[in-house]
């Protein structure tokens, strides 16, 4: 009897270490949902303004990972590096770039606080460093080991700089201005932790889009972005998924479009109401949706894997596929879907058909975006090396192969005729601007 006791207090110790205190966790708090009223609905706020030159929000100013003008191909520590400077903590954060600054956000784990940081766009400068928050990070066992405490893209609208955390098991809201002055802060709702907190913010007319989808009851929150008041709430799935909320001029009219629960989702982004939903990808993806006129492509994930393609309207689907992008967005362009895989394969397939047109092996694995600039698409794997080759339907071109520190998660940004770029080595993190001598003078001038 004694031995059958030690073997079940054994087995019920091997499952606590597997598992962790997490097992034992109590659920969060329901969140409810919001409606938007005539007295919330918010007016007079000034229209989103960005200039050409800028990359104002994840995935840049289209939204899609494309961006308006070109970039250098090739680089090293010593070939096209305009300046480099040092990033405190760690982060996954994109750049985000607007006039002459350059944002991003990051984290000290062992202090524990939350920061969103100002670079001198022309000289690499520190300008500024804001503590958002302090304490109150997630455990161990619900971060997953790839990930970090300052994931989210910060987005800027011109006047404003709006950054989402994970922070004492709740998602908090922050809008700062260019100068790094809190304006105001709100707490969007409960966040029970699985891997982390992984969403951008997406900006459309008057209101901050936020989602934090997890796995006791996810939403989505359209914030006024002003005042920080929560304008509408809606409830999500249970399920833990990390993609971030886009919006697009889909079937003419605006959409925000989601992927993750095993669904693609479209809102109204002015008041939060369901669209429509269409089953697909995976019960967890990390990319951005993107489109082709009213063709939708969403991929993922975990458990499954699947490339899929919808209509926008909501009618159905249109092709799908075995293959995963569970970290990476996609890029749409010419009627073609370019996609690298976690396994570092890189595709093209036409738009409307899901037809293979190639693939071609890079090496993995793969956890940042491409981004297409001038008939270029980069994409860089997470040990540091940035992969150019051509945006061409006919056969896979690789261009170069472009290696900076030993580590890298952050999808660059393109604009100005230069690229940002955050990397890792060694554990100390560097902010790249790589361009050419006249890049770099086209910026001066401006």
């Known amino acids: 009897m004694i031995d059958h006791v030690r073997v079940l207090a054994a087995g019920l110790l091997l499952l606590v270490s597997i598992a962790g205190c997490d097992m034992f966790r109590p659920p969060v708090p329901d969140v409810a949902e919001i409606t938007p009223s005539a007295d919330s609905t918010p007016k007079s706020v000034p229209e989103i303004t960005f200039a050409e030159t800028d990359w104002p929000w994840w995935r840049g100013p289209q939204r899609d990972g494309v961006a308006a003008g070109a970039a250098p191909v090739e680089w090293s520590s010593t070939k096209n590096i305009v300046w480099s400077a040092p990033v405190p903590g760690r982060g996954h954060s994109s750049p985000t770039v607007v006039g002459d600054r350059v944002i991003l956000a990051t984290a000290d784990d062992s202090a524990q606080t939350q920061s969103v940081l100002a670079f001198d766009r022309t000289t690499g400068e520190q300008l500024w460093e804001t503590q958002v928050?302090?304490?109150?990070?997630?455990s161990g066992g619900q971060l997953h080991q790839k990930s970090t405490n300052a994931n989210c893209t910060v987005a800027c609208d011109g006047e404003r700089l709006f950054v989402a955390f994970l922070n004492h098991a709740e998602i908090h809201a922050t809008a700062l201005s260019l100068d790094g002055e809190i304006v105001w802060q709100t707490t969007l709702g409960p966040f029970a932790s699985k891997f982390g907190y992984a969403p951008s913010p997406a900006l459309w007319g008057p209101l901050a889009l936020f989602a934090a989808d997890h796995r006791d009851?996810?939403?989505?929150?359209g914030v006024n972005r002003l005042t920080g008041e929560i304008v509408w709430r809606r409830k999500r799935p249970?399920?833990?998924t990390y993609s971030s909320p886009v919006v697009a001029e889909l079937g003419g009219r605006p959409q925000l479009v989601i992927s993750g629960g095993e669904q693609i989702s479209s809102y109204d982004p002015m008041s939060g109401e369901s669209l429509w939903s269409v089953r697909g990808t995976a019960e967890a993806t990390c990319g951005t949706v993107v489109w082709d006129g009213d063709l939708v492509f969403a991929s993922g994930g975990y458990p499954q894997s699947e490339t899929i393609c919808v209509r926008?309207?909501?009618?159905?689907?249109?092709w799908k596929n075995r293959q995963k992008c569970y970290e990476q967005s996609m890029l749409a362009h010419d009627g073609y879907l370019y996609a690298v895989t976690d396994r570092g394969i890189a595709y093209c397939w036409e738009a409307a058909t899901g037809k293979e047109q190639w693939k071609g092996r890079l090496s993995s694995p793969v956890s940042a975006s491409p981004?297409?600039?001038?008939?270029?698409?980069?994409?860089?794997?997470?040990?540091?090396t940035m992969y150019v080759f051509r945006a061409d339907p006919g056969k896979f071109d690789l261009v170069s192969e472009n290696l900076l520190g030993d580590s890298s998660f952050?999808?660059?940004?393109?604009?100005?005729?230069q690229m940002f770029f955050r990397v890792s080595k060694g554990g100390q993190g560097t902010l790249y601007c790589i361009g050419t001598a006249e890049s770099e003078a086209l910026t001066r001038a401006e």
Do not use: K
Request: glycine share 26%; hydrophobic share 35%.
């Open 410 to 417: 952050s999808t660059p940004a393109v604009c100005g005729g």
């Open 238 to 240: 249970a399920v833990a």
């Open 371 to 384: 981004v297409l600039a001038d008939g270029h698409i980069y994409v860089c794997n997470e040990g540091g």
């Open 133 to 138: 928050h302090q304490g109150g990070f997630p």
């Open 217 to 221: 009851g996810g939403f989505l929150a």
């Open 312 to 318: 926008a309207d909501g009618s159905g689907e249109v």
